[in-house]
């Protein structure tokens, strides 16, 4: 009962924040309620079920997303001539100025350029389970499933889509729910360093764009010290990580440290002791998973290299829709590092398919750069399209995945499978099934994350 008390107080102060983004009034009020809103949420959620969080949690993001983008398009901005209009409005006025065959012509390119990096993905995928033994065709099995993975992605407000269809069906085909799980799993770590190493990379071209936002805020003076810190915790996480790869010792010995840290130096807080588990049983997840991989380093970096290639091609989307709208004094490298920023914001956002956030972000990081926040919401909004487009064909896959499907090919360990297991499986994609697989084969630290 508790429970729900604090959920219907969420409720309130998130109505009461919706009337603000309506009126287009996002001062301190309305980062209160958003706080409010927040931490009565999450206290009220943990005290749920599974079966009822997962509703709880669906409808959560739904009104979220919905909130967040009426927040971002009614926010007034300035106009040229003088005085103010909701972003919708300036959206509506500047789409008309937009020339068709520029449109036409760099949409294109972006949606070509995001698929290169789809490939990647699914190649780097193609390589984890290499390493664990299992092999599909690439073309007819990887590729096609992370297609439709992406396609149901679009519609879940959740890492089910892709995340849990490409496991579901190297799972599904080759029996072997414990190596697939470890070879997710380690993609999972190689995706975020891949992102994180596109912001090392492209900070040293960005830098005005850190400086931009520091202006914006008042503080120009502050913007080397912003871009330190992102170069620590983005450097920082991308060493660790091509660290633990290639020596997966180190953070065995890391581990051991944060245990002796949370058992001593932390051990009379609850909330340091809690915080140093959650690392230690993080740490031992990534050391179970890159154990599996011992003497398998340039696997594993051709891996990362193609999740730095998947990231990459996926900031640099917004580089050609910027163009597409005709926004001519665009720069490459400025958006490019600008956007694997907003990208992070937008994995990290609590909306469907990031929507709203990835608007918001960008404008917060590139207006100046796109030549203004109408601009840069389109530039996001049509990032996101563009990168659908490329793969919302998935569909057409899923719909012909009949359960008497199977792959040309599935080898483990060098022998053809006999799918004796699959004869009467009906071939539906179940989430609970995926989650309690799992929660059962997951490796050591890992069992209670389903990211």
């Known amino acids: 009962m508790q429970s729900w008390i604090l959920i219907a107080a969420s409720g309130a102060a998130f109505t009461g924040l919706s009337w603000f983004a309506w009126s287009g009034r996002l001062g301190l009020a309305a980062i209160g309620l958003l706080l409010i809103a927040a931490v009565t949420f999450f206290l009220g959620r943990r005290g749920l079920d599974k079966a009822t969080r997962r509703p709880v949690d669906t409808v959560s993001k ?26 919708y409005s300036a959206i509506d006025a500047y789409i008309d100025t937009v020339d068709s065959t520029t449109f036409v012509v760099f949409a294109l390119v972006a949606m070509s350029v995001k698929f290169v990096g789809v490939i990647a993905s699914a190649w780097s995928w193609h390589l984890l389970l290499v390493g664990q033994g299992i092999r599909f065709p690439f073309w007819r099995k990887i590729m096609t499933a992370f297609l439709i993975g992406r396609f149901i992605g679009t519609f879940l407000p959740s890492t089910l889509g892709l995340d849990g269809y490409t496991l579901y069906e190297a799972g599904r085909y080759s029996n072997q729910w414990p190596r697939v799980i470890t070879a997710k799993t380690l993609e999972k770590f190689i995706g975020v360093t891949g992102l994180f190493l596109g912001m090392v990379v492209t900070l040293p071209f960005g830098y005005s764009v850190i400086v931009d936002v520091m202006t914006q805020a008042g503080k120009p003076e502050g913007a080397p010290l912003l871009a330190g810190a992102i170069l620590a915790v983005a450097g920082g996480v991308s060493a660790v990580v091509v660290a633990g790869l290639v020596w997966p010792v180190l953070i065995e010995g890391l581990m051991h440290t944060v245990e002796g840290l949370a058992g001593g130096l932390f051990g009379a807080l609850p909330f340091a002791r809690k915080f140093s588990g959650k690392l230690v049983s993080t740490l031992k997840g990534f050391t ?12 594993l970096m051709a891996c990362l290299v193609g999740k730095f290639v998947t990231h990459f091609t996926t900031a640099a989307v917004y580089y050609f829709t910027a163009l597409a709208i005709g926004v001519a004094t665009a720069e490459f490298w400025p958006i490019v590092f600008g956007s694997t920023i907003q ?23 590139l207006s100046k750069q796109l030549g203004g926040v109408a601009q840069a919401v389109l530039s996001g909004a049509l990032g996101f399209i563009a990168a659908e487009a490329a793969t919302m064909w998935g569909g057409a896959f899923l719909w012909t995945r009949k359960p008497e499907w199977r792959p040309a090919f599935t080898l483990v360990d060098g022998q053809q499978v006999d799918y004796a297991w699959l004869q009467d499986d009906d071939g539906g994609f179940d989430a609970d099934r995926i989650a309690a697989a799992r929660s059962a084969h997951a490796p050591v630290g890992d069992a209670d994350s389903q990211t």
């Open 62 to 87: 739904v009104l979220f997303t919905l909130a967040g983008c009426m927040a971002l398009l009614r926010h007034p901005i300035e106009i040229e001539g003088g005085g103010r209009l909701p972003v």
């Open 288 to 299: 179970a998973s890159v154990g599996a991989y011992r003497g398998k380093v340039g696997l």
């Open 343 to 365: 990208i992070l914001a937008t994995l990290l956002s609590p909306t469907i398919a990031g929507e709203g956030a990835r608007e918001a972000f960008q404008a917060l990081l």
